[in-house]
Protein backbone atom coordinates (compact mmCIF):
# COMPACT_ATOMS: atom_id res chain seq x y z
CA UNK A 1 0.00 0.00 0.00
CA UNK A 2 1.20 3.44 -0.75
CA UNK A 3 1.94 5.07 1.98
CA UNK A 4 3.95 8.34 0.93
CA UNK A 5 4.22 9.89 -2.57
CA UNK A 6 7.33 12.32 -3.62
CA UNK A 7 6.91 15.01 -5.72
CA UNK A 8 9.42 16.79 -8.20
CA UNK A 9 8.75 19.53 -10.23
CA UNK A 10 10.02 21.79 -12.50
CA UNK A 11 9.83 25.24 -11.45
CA UNK A 12 7.12 27.12 -12.34
CA UNK A 13 4.79 24.58 -13.09
CA UNK A 14 2.61 24.59 -10.02
CA UNK A 15 4.04 21.69 -8.78
CA UNK A 16 4.65 22.28 -5.49
CA UNK A 17 0.50 23.46 -5.47
CA UNK A 18 -0.04 20.25 -6.63
CA UNK A 19 1.47 18.59 -3.71
CA UNK A 20 -0.52 20.78 -1.28
CA UNK A 21 -3.52 19.93 -2.73
CA UNK A 22 -3.13 16.39 -3.20
CA UNK A 23 -1.87 16.18 0.77
CA UNK A 24 -5.36 17.99 1.78
CA UNK A 25 -7.59 15.57 -0.18
CA UNK A 26 -5.54 12.50 1.16
CA UNK A 27 -5.58 14.31 5.03
CA UNK A 28 -1.82 14.10 4.81
CA UNK A 29 1.12 15.98 6.18
CA UNK A 30 3.02 18.03 3.43
CA UNK A 31 6.72 18.07 3.49
CA UNK A 32 7.92 21.13 1.96
CA UNK A 33 9.24 24.35 4.11
CA UNK A 34 8.54 22.43 7.41
CA UNK A 35 11.40 20.57 6.62
CA UNK A 36 13.85 23.77 6.84
CA UNK A 37 12.58 24.53 9.99
CA UNK A 38 12.95 21.35 11.51
CA UNK A 39 16.37 20.74 9.88
CA UNK A 40 17.83 24.04 11.57
CA UNK A 41 16.12 23.08 14.82
CA UNK A 42 18.36 19.09 14.88
CA UNK A 43 21.11 21.00 13.02
CA UNK A 44 20.98 23.54 15.47
CA UNK A 45 21.25 26.57 12.91
CA UNK A 46 19.36 29.08 11.75
CA UNK A 47 16.30 28.59 9.54
CA UNK A 48 17.69 31.20 7.29
CA UNK A 49 21.20 29.02 6.58
CA UNK A 50 19.31 26.00 6.30
CA UNK A 51 16.93 27.85 3.46
CA UNK A 52 20.38 28.94 1.76
CA UNK A 53 21.54 25.54 1.91
CA UNK A 54 18.04 23.78 0.53
CA UNK A 55 17.90 22.09 -2.70
CA UNK A 56 21.18 23.96 -3.50
CA UNK A 57 25.24 22.95 -4.14
CA UNK A 58 27.62 25.02 -2.21
CA UNK A 59 29.34 27.55 -4.44
CA UNK A 60 32.71 26.35 -6.47
CA UNK A 61 35.24 28.08 -4.60
CA UNK A 62 33.53 27.04 -1.42
CA UNK A 63 33.74 23.36 -2.84
CA UNK A 64 37.23 24.05 -3.46
CA UNK A 65 37.99 25.85 -0.28
CA UNK A 66 37.09 22.56 1.50
CA UNK A 67 39.04 20.14 -0.47
CA UNK A 68 42.01 22.47 0.17
CA UNK A 69 41.39 22.97 3.75
CA UNK A 70 40.44 19.07 4.57
CA UNK A 71 43.64 18.40 2.59
CA UNK A 72 42.20 16.10 0.07
CA UNK A 73 38.95 15.30 -2.59
CA UNK A 74 38.61 12.37 -0.33
CA UNK A 75 38.76 13.72 3.43
CA UNK A 76 36.57 16.46 1.69
CA UNK A 77 33.48 13.79 1.14
CA UNK A 78 33.61 12.90 5.10
CA UNK A 79 32.95 16.51 5.58
CA UNK A 80 32.98 18.53 9.13
CA UNK A 81 30.57 17.70 12.23
CA UNK A 82 30.82 21.44 12.88
CA UNK A 83 30.61 22.73 9.31
CA UNK A 84 26.67 23.46 7.90
CA UNK A 85 26.53 23.39 3.97
CA UNK A 86 24.88 21.82 1.47
CA UNK A 87 26.66 18.72 1.86
CA UNK A 88 25.55 18.73 5.89
CA UNK A 89 21.93 19.93 5.14
CA UNK A 90 21.40 16.76 2.03
CA UNK A 91 22.85 14.47 5.30
CA UNK A 92 19.87 15.97 7.51
CA UNK A 93 17.10 15.85 4.64
CA UNK A 94 17.96 12.26 4.00
CA UNK A 95 16.98 11.61 7.76
CA UNK A 96 14.59 13.34 7.97
CA UNK A 97 12.78 11.90 4.98
CA UNK A 98 13.34 8.21 6.51
CA UNK A 99 11.61 8.97 9.50
CA UNK A 100 8.67 10.63 7.97
CA UNK A 101 8.26 7.75 5.30
CA UNK A 102 8.25 4.99 8.39
CA UNK A 103 5.17 7.31 9.91
CA UNK A 104 3.87 7.18 6.49
CA UNK A 105 0.73 9.68 4.88
CA UNK A 106 3.14 11.92 3.54
CA UNK A 107 3.43 13.95 0.77
CA UNK A 108 7.02 15.29 0.03
CA UNK A 109 8.04 18.05 -2.63
CA UNK A 110 11.23 17.90 -3.74
CA UNK A 111 14.77 17.31 -2.16
CA UNK A 112 15.45 14.27 -4.47
CA UNK A 113 12.79 12.46 -2.65
CA UNK A 114 11.82 10.10 -5.23
CA UNK A 115 15.99 9.22 -5.10
CA UNK A 116 15.84 9.10 -1.03
CA UNK A 117 13.40 6.84 -0.85
CA UNK A 118 13.61 4.84 -4.11
CA UNK A 119 13.77 1.57 -2.26
CA UNK A 120 11.14 2.49 0.26
CA UNK A 121 8.37 -0.01 0.79
CA UNK A 122 5.00 1.75 -0.29
CA UNK A 123 6.35 5.04 -1.80
CA UNK A 124 5.16 6.81 -5.13
CA UNK A 125 6.99 8.98 -7.19
CA UNK A 126 5.63 11.82 -9.10
CA UNK A 127 7.52 14.22 -11.50
CA UNK A 128 5.46 17.55 -12.08
CA UNK A 129 6.46 19.78 -15.70
CA UNK A 130 4.24 22.30 -17.94
CA UNK A 131 4.95 23.88 -21.29
CA UNK A 132 7.18 26.70 -21.67
CA UNK A 133 4.95 29.11 -22.33
CA UNK A 134 2.45 28.13 -19.25
CA UNK A 135 5.26 28.03 -16.82
CA UNK A 136 6.48 31.60 -18.03
CA UNK A 137 3.03 32.72 -17.72
CA UNK A 138 3.42 31.42 -13.66
CA UNK A 139 6.39 34.05 -13.57
CA UNK A 140 5.44 36.91 -14.83
CA UNK A 141 2.32 36.68 -12.64
CA UNK A 142 3.64 36.40 -9.57
CA UNK A 143 7.40 38.23 -10.17
CA UNK A 144 5.74 41.29 -12.70
CA UNK A 145 9.02 42.76 -11.71
CA UNK A 146 10.99 40.44 -13.28
CA UNK A 147 9.37 39.56 -16.38
CA UNK A 148 11.75 40.04 -18.71
CA UNK A 149 13.80 37.41 -17.24
CA UNK A 150 11.70 35.08 -16.99
CA UNK A 151 13.20 31.87 -19.61
CA UNK A 152 16.52 32.59 -17.79
CA UNK A 153 15.55 32.30 -13.89
CA UNK A 154 13.42 29.40 -14.76
CA UNK A 155 16.30 27.73 -17.11
CA UNK A 156 18.73 28.15 -14.37
CA UNK A 157 16.55 27.22 -11.52
CA UNK A 158 15.52 23.69 -13.15
CA UNK A 159 18.92 23.70 -14.00
CA UNK A 160 20.34 23.76 -10.27
CA UNK A 161 17.82 20.89 -9.33
CA UNK A 162 18.92 18.98 -11.89
CA UNK A 163 22.58 19.23 -10.67
CA UNK A 164 21.44 18.90 -6.99
CA UNK A 165 20.13 15.28 -7.89
CA UNK A 166 22.87 14.48 -10.15
CA UNK A 167 25.87 15.58 -7.25
CA UNK A 168 24.01 14.40 -4.18
CA UNK A 169 22.54 11.19 -5.50
CA UNK A 170 24.03 10.31 -8.77
CA UNK A 171 20.54 10.28 -10.68
CA UNK A 172 19.18 12.34 -13.40
CA UNK A 173 16.43 14.10 -11.98
CA UNK A 174 14.52 13.83 -15.71
CA UNK A 175 15.04 10.32 -15.80
CA UNK A 176 11.74 8.61 -16.19
CA UNK A 177 12.76 5.49 -14.59
CA UNK A 178 12.70 7.15 -11.32
CA UNK A 179 9.25 7.81 -11.20
CA UNK A 180 5.38 6.11 -11.52
CA UNK A 181 3.84 9.32 -12.89
CA UNK A 182 5.14 12.23 -14.46
CA UNK A 183 2.27 14.66 -15.46
CA UNK A 184 1.67 17.92 -17.69
CA UNK A 185 0.25 20.37 -15.02
CA UNK A 186 -1.46 21.82 -17.71
CA UNK A 187 -4.25 19.13 -16.88
CA UNK A 188 -5.06 21.08 -13.80
CA UNK A 189 -5.30 20.05 -10.15
CA UNK A 190 -8.19 18.01 -10.05
CA UNK A 191 -7.17 15.82 -13.21
CA UNK A 192 -3.92 15.45 -11.74
CA UNK A 193 -5.25 14.17 -8.22
CA UNK A 194 -7.97 11.96 -9.43
CA UNK A 195 -4.84 10.49 -11.70
CA UNK A 196 -2.53 10.45 -8.91
CA UNK A 197 -5.19 8.70 -6.50
CA UNK A 198 -5.94 6.14 -9.51
CA UNK A 199 -2.34 5.52 -10.23
CA UNK A 200 -1.33 4.82 -6.52
CA UNK A 201 -4.11 2.39 -5.70
CA UNK A 202 -5.01 4.85 -3.04
CA UNK A 203 -8.93 4.95 -4.38
CA UNK A 204 -9.23 1.46 -3.54
CA UNK A 205 -7.86 1.85 0.22
CA UNK A 206 -9.76 4.65 0.77
CA UNK A 207 -13.15 3.04 -0.03
CA UNK A 208 -15.10 4.54 -2.57
CA UNK A 209 -17.72 6.48 -0.04
CA UNK A 210 -14.34 8.46 1.49
CA UNK A 211 -12.78 9.14 -1.69
CA UNK A 212 -15.75 10.55 -3.43
CA UNK A 213 -16.44 12.67 0.11
CA UNK A 214 -13.19 13.91 -0.44
Not at 17 to 30: D, I, M, N, S, V
Request: charged residues 30%; contains cysteine.
Amino acid sequence: MVRIITVEREYGSRGAEYAHHLAKHLGWKLIDYCLIEEVARKAGVSPSLAKQCDERLDPWYYRFGKAFWLGSLDRMAKGEADVFDSERMVEFVRDYLIQEAAEGNRVVVGRGAACVLSRTPGAFHVFVYASKARKVQWFEEHFPEHARDAERDIQMTDRRRAEYVRRFHQQEWTDRRLYHLMMNSCMGFDSMIRATVDAAGLGMSMGVGEAAAR
